[in-house]
């Protein structure tokens, strides 16, 4: 399954080269080409490739993605054994004999060609793109327990996505089917990443930001509380900072009296943190006016739960536990860390069964 966007020169090279592969291991291959229309030809020069080899081509009407390009080549190839990965030659070919082998023998349900196992490697990456990569890897590291979950290079059984919606976002549909698919075990086989050899690479921020957006509603699909309580703390955060921004600028620069600046920050601070988490942490479609009263409500309940949780702190149980006033201004702020996160459990919480309850 090789999905294509103006690779037509790389396209020789790799069809000759799964084909020796294969041969050489007794495999039959059918090669599924997956072009998006492009407009260096790609498609028509697959179509002359399927003239020598075992080639089926699927033409689609522009560039619509890498993924859904995957997820049609799934479908239009005949074999029960699927492998999938990218035309600029960056994924050797001759480890596909070691892939399949691994599934035909049942030792794993689905396999990776993996940078990260003992014995894979990349080669000529700078060391901003390792940087990346190990950070998208590492964010990626609560789904699943493939070292290399971002590769494109992967074979699985038709039966691991047999009945499974996947929703990918970007270029990861692997990383989509290592965390919805049905199988028992994922194995990974060292491969050494090689730069491509022509064409222009497709990565830019918007691959980036696609990417995160997905980990983010992949966490959602396998522990979707977590990730909505991370995204309403960040938001909260975000908040945070707002809030004392407009509450400054108020004070000093129109010198408006601290009690009503603070009120305004409230106000600003909390109407953005309803926005963000109604559109991004919630994904609602209720009422906006009534979910926005109930949203004020939760919060001025929580401010006052945050001031009794300090007054506590600071008053009961910094003195039990001997904390002199010496030492009083830093476990203040101690003290204020964790009553924002007490009161910000119970704002989600609060938040989750009220006001976005038909959401949740």
């Not at 490697?121 to 998208?136: F, M």
Request: charged share 20%; net charge neutral.
């Amino acid at each position: 399954m090789i999905p294509t966007y103006n690779e037509k020169p790389n396209l020789q090279e790799l069809v000759s080269r799964i084909d020796d592969a294969c041969k050489g291991a007794s495999i039959d291959a059918e090669i599924v080409i997956v072009d998006d229309n492009s407009p260096d030809g790609t498609g028509a020069h697959a179509e002359e490739l399927g003239k020598e080899y075992n080639v089926k081509v699927v033409h689609r009407s522009g560039k619509l993605g890498l993924s859904t390009a995957v997820m049609e080549g799934f479908e239009a190839a005949s074999g029960d054994t699927l492998v999938v990965m990218d035309a600029d030659l960056s994924h050797p070919p001759e480890k596909i004999p070691e892939m399949v082998r691994k599934i035909e023998s049942d030792e794993a349900q689905m396999v990776v060609g993996s940078r990260y196992a003992k014995g894979g490697a990349v080669e000529n990456w700078p060391i901003h793109r390792r940087i990346i990569s190990k950070c998208a890897t590492l964010l990626a590291r609560g789904l699943t327990k493939v070292k290399d979950p971002m590769s494109g290079f992967f074979a699985l059984r038709r039966s691991v996505i047999d009945g499974v919606e996947l929703n990918p976002i970007g270029y990861k549909i692997g990383l989509e089917i290592l965390v919805k698919g049905k199988y028992d075990s994922a194995a990974e086989v060292p491969i050494t990443f090689a730069d491509r050899k022509a064409g222009k690479s497709k990565l830019g921020a918007s691959v980036y930001l696609k990417y995160i957006d997905h980990c983010i509603r992949l966490y959602e699909h396998k522990k979707p509380w977590l990730a909505r309580y991370v995204k309403f703390t960040f938001i909260g955060g975000i908040g945070t900072v707002i809030n004392l921004a407009i509450l400054w600028t108020a004070v000093e620069v129109f010198f408006a009296h601290y009690l009503w600046a603070a009120v305004l920050a409230f106000v600003v601070a909390d109407t953005n943190n309803f926005i963000w988490n109604r559109w991004w942490t919630f994904r609602s479609k209720g009422k906006v006016h009534i979910q926005y009263s109930q949203f004020l409500l939760v919060s001025i309940n929580g401010l006052m739960l945050n001031l009794i949780f300090l007054k506590t702190i600071v008053e009961d149980l910094m003195p039990a536990l001997g904390i002199g006033e010496d030492r009083a201004s830093v476990f203040l702020v101690v003290a204020q860390v964790i009553a924002i996160f007490l009161v910000s459990i119970f704002n989600f919480i609060a938040n989750s069964l009220w006001t976005f309850s038909d959401d949740t």
